[in-house]
């Protein structure tokens, strides 16, 4: 009996054993199993990350800029479709050529396949055709002009024949016939404002008509004029029907130009499609690059779940792991895959700064490096539109902006201020004397002296050529005055070293201070430029007061 029970508590313990060990056996089965889950999720960030990085932000990156070019190749055909004058084809069609250029270095670098290498040759030969077209339309329609203002000369050439005329008897004889001549001169007008080659044609055989009429009324013409009547005649008739006559031009204008209308409108077609495709091809690797963002996402949070199964069967092991990669890994990742997902909405993100050694962090950089490029632009672009190129100060329209504001400001606080009006005297004569070159070395060393002359809270800008101007904060007249002499005669002292002969200048300067009754910067600019011009007009070099404060 005690044998018995011996024997069913060991039994029945050691049925225990075997399934304690049997869920030991799947917990470990299923720990292996979501540790190769994990390891799996990991290698597919890694693909993931490496695409974006290697292939689509530069792909992303590189369709953007060739959308682009082809954007501004469809512009610059508009230009030319509608240029009306030389030298705006000429600047188009430059234009037209730098885009091509461009384009085809893109392709160079992505390695495009033939096909569109052979759309973008086909675009550029239709678009040569299409200029050569533009460039004969222009050249007729500069004939067709010129032809049309002979017309004045016949006119005149009617009133003059008139005028000469002072029996009544002959004039009354005579006037069915000027009647006539007049009648087909504003016919011959009205080509010019027809559109269609049928009205042109039509009129042409309306002049036939009339000007067979008008060699019948020439028979009634006194025999004393009848020599200038014939004659007048004949120019009119080879004014009309010669080979470069006006009817022959009209012809060839209306034809021309509905032949460039029709080429521009088939011309604009087939660079419009070749955007349109190009930009599905586009947004087709955006939305490849979005999805894989999603992707990545997805991913992520599945990773997230992982850990959180292990966090729950408690092994302290993969708590630490999944701290880990949460931080390392997942926090990361979503910071980029919004980044990734904002930059291709056209959002605008914080930088982000993520260290490391890995893909992600190359990633990073790739996104910084990029936000840095673009706002290092931006500043330039800044400050290329607020600084003159050749001196580097401000230039008309920053130096206008900043005194019109401290003119508002000196007029709240009721504070003085003075302007100066600066010009360089003689400058054409240097430019025409010693070359552009030489003058704009002097522009850049007077710009610099005047510059340096002044305080550090002071405005200093060109206006425009050698002019220049100066606003003096919180100064009077007298200190004006001083001012602007000291600057003059800093510039009387300056020599300029060129090629073994040396070239001074001087400088005349306008004085006006701002007035309690004067609300705006242009007032006070207009004295001190008047002021600025006596200086001209009472021997150049030196320095004159506007009258509003000599009085």
């Given at each position: 009996m005690i044998n018995s029970i011996k024997e069913a508590f060991i039994k029945k313990h050691a049925s225990i054993a075997v399934k304690i060990t049997g869920v030991l056996t799947a917990m470990g089965a299923a720990l292996t199993l979501i540790s190769l889950i994990a390891l799996f999720s990991f290698f597919s960030f890694h693909v993931v990350i490496k695409e974006l990085s290697e292939r689509s932000i530069p792909d992303i990156i590189h369709g953007a800029n060739f959308i682009d070019h082809i954007s501004r190749l469809m512009s610059e055909t508009e230009r030319l479709a509608s240029a009306s004058v030389e030298p705006e084809q000429r600047i188009a069609y430059k234009n037209i050529k730098q885009e091509f250029n461009e384009i085809s270095h893109l392709l160079n670098i992505s390695e495009a396949d033939s096909r569109l290498s052979e759309e973008v040759a086909m675009i550029r030969s239709t678009i040569e055709e299409f200029n050569t077209l533009v460039v004969e339309r222009i050249r007729i329609f500069k004939a067709s002009e010129e032809q049309f203002l002979q017309l004045f000369l016949f006119t005149e050439n009617l009133l003059k024949l008139k005028q000469e005329i002072q029996d009544v008897d002959t004039v009354s004889k005579l006037e069915p016939w000027l009647s006539k001549a007049m009648e087909i001169i504003n016919n011959m007008r009205r080509i010019k404002s027809v559109k269609s080659l049928y009205k042109v044609n039509k009129i042409r055989r309306s002049l036939?008509?009339?000007?067979?009429?008008?060699?019948?009324?020439?028979?009634?013409?006194?025999?004393?004029?009848?020599?200038?009547?014939?004659?007048?005649?004949?120019?009119?008739?080879?004014?009309?029907?010669?080979?470069?006559?006006?009817?022959?031009?009209?012809?060839?204008?209306?034809?021309?130009?509905?032949?460039?209308?029709?080429?521009?409108?088939?011309?604009?077609?087939?660079?419009?499609?070749?955007?349109?495709?190009?930009?599905?091809?586009?947004?087709?690797?955006?939305?490849?690059?979005?999805?894989?963002?999603?992707?990545?996402?997805?991913?992520?949070?599945?990773?997230?779940?992982?850990?959180?199964?292990?966090?729950?069967?408690?092994?302290?092991?993969?708590?630490?792991?999944?701290?880990?990669?949460?931080?390392?890994?997942?926090?990361?990742?979503?910071?980029?895959?919004?980044?990734?997902?904002?930059?291709?909405?056209?959002?605008?993100?914080?930088?982000?700064?993520?260290?490391?050694?890995?893909?992600?962090?190359?990633?990073?950089?790739?996104?910084?490096?990029?936000?840095?490029?673009?706002?290092?632009?931006?500043?330039?672009?800044?400050?290329?539109?607020?600084?003159?190129?050749?001196?580097?100060?401000?230039?008309?329209?920053?130096?206008?902006?900043?005194?019109?504001?401290?003119?508002?400001?000196?007029?709240?606080?009721?504070?003085?201020?003075?302007?100066?009006?600066?010009?360089?005297?003689?400058?054409?004569?240097?430019?025409?004397?010693?070359?552009?070159?030489?003058?704009?070395?002097?522009?850049?060393?007077?710009?610099?002296?005047?510059?340096?002359?002044?305080r550090d809270e002071d405005l200093f800008g060109r206006i425009g050529g050698e002019e220049f101007a100066a606003v003096l904060i919180e100064s009077n007249i007298e200190e004006a005055k001083v001012v602007s002499e000291r600057l003059r005669h800093s510039i009387e002292s300056y020599v300029l070293n060129n090629d073994g002969f040396e070239l001074k200048c001087t400088v005349s300067i306008g004085i006006a201070k701002l007035d309690e009754n004067e609300r705006v910067f242009n007032d006070v600019m207009k004295r001190a430029d008047e002021a600025l011009y006596e200086s001209k007009n009472n021997g150049r070099n030196r320095t004159t007061v506007s009258t509003l404060h000599t009085l």
């Amino acid at each position: 009996m005690i044998n018995s029970i011996k024997e069913a508590f060991i039994k029945k313990h050691a049925s225990i054993a075997v399934k304690i060990t049997g869920v030991l056996t799947a917990m470990g089965a299923a720990l292996t199993l979501i540790s190769l889950i994990a390891l799996f999720s990991f290698f597919s960030f890694h693909v993931v990350i490496k695409e974006l990085s290697e292939r689509s932000i530069p792909d992303i990156i590189h369709g953007a800029n060739f959308i682009d070019h082809i954007s501004r190749l469809m512009s610059e055909t508009e230009r030319l479709a509608s240029a009306s004058v030389e030298p705006e084809q000429r600047i188009a069609y430059k234009n037209i050529k730098q885009e091509f250029n461009e384009i085809s270095h893109l392709l160079n670098i992505s390695e495009a396949d033939s096909r569109l290498s052979e759309e973008v040759a086909m675009i550029r030969s239709t678009i040569e055709e299409f200029n050569t077209l533009v460039v004969e339309r222009i050249r007729i329609f500069k004939a067709s002009e010129e032809q049309f203002l002979q017309l004045f000369l016949f006119t005149e050439n009617l009133l003059k024949l008139k005028q000469e005329i002072q029996d009544v008897d002959t004039v009354s004889k005579l006037e069915p016939w000027l009647s006539k001549a007049m009648e087909i001169i504003n016919n011959m007008r009205r080509i010019k404002s027809v559109k269609s080659l049928y009205k042109v044609n039509k009129i042409r055989r309306s002049l036939v008509k009339d000007f067979r009429a008008l060699q019948k009324l020439s028979l009634s013409v006194p025999n004393k004029l009848k020599s200038r009547v014939l004659d007048f005649q004949d120019a009119i008739n080879i004014f009309l029907y010669s080979v470069d006559g006006l009817v022959n031009v009209s012809i060839k204008s209306k034809s021309t130009s509905l032949q460039s209308a029709s080429r521009a409108n088939f011309t604009r077609n087939l660079v419009e499609d070749f955007r349109y495709s190009n930009l599905a091809k586009f947004n087709t690797i955006v939305s490849l690059a979005a999805k894989r963002s999603n992707e990545l996402g997805r991913g992520v949070q599945v990773l997230v779940y992982i850990f959180v199964v292990i966090l729950v069967v408690g092994l302290l092991g993969v708590i630490v792991i999944i701290i880990h990669f949460r931080r390392n890994i997942v926090m990361r990742l979503t910071r980029l895959n919004v980044s990734i997902l904002d930059r291709i909405a056209g959002r605008e993100t914080e930088p982000i700064i993520i260290s490391g050694a890995d893909e992600i962090t190359d990633m990073a950089q790739s996104f910084a490096y990029y936000e840095n490029e673009v706002s290092k632009r931006e500043d330039k672009l800044k400050e290329m539109a607020m600084r003159d190129v050749l001196t580097g100060v401000s230039n008309r329209r920053h130096f206008m902006e900043q005194a019109e504001a401290e003119t508002i400001r000196s007029i709240r606080y009721k504070n003085d201020m003075a302007v100066l009006m600066i010009d360089i005297d003689f400058f054409k004569h240097i430019n025409d004397t010693y070359g552009h070159h030489v003058g704009d070395i002097i522009l850049a060393d007077v710009a610099s002296i005047l510059n340096k002359g002044l305080r550090d809270e002071d405005l200093f800008g060109r206006i425009g050529g050698e002019e220049f101007a100066a606003v003096l904060i919180e100064s009077n007249i007298e200190e004006a005055k001083v001012v602007s002499e000291r600057l003059r005669h800093s510039i009387e002292s300056y020599v300029l070293n060129n090629d073994g002969f040396e070239l001074k200048c001087t400088v005349s300067i306008g004085i006006a201070k701002l007035d309690e009754n004067e609300r705006v910067f242009n007032d006070v600019m207009k004295r001190a430029d008047e002021a600025l011009y006596e200086s001209k007009n009472n021997g150049r070099n030196r320095t004159t007061v506007s009258t509003l404060h000599t009085l």
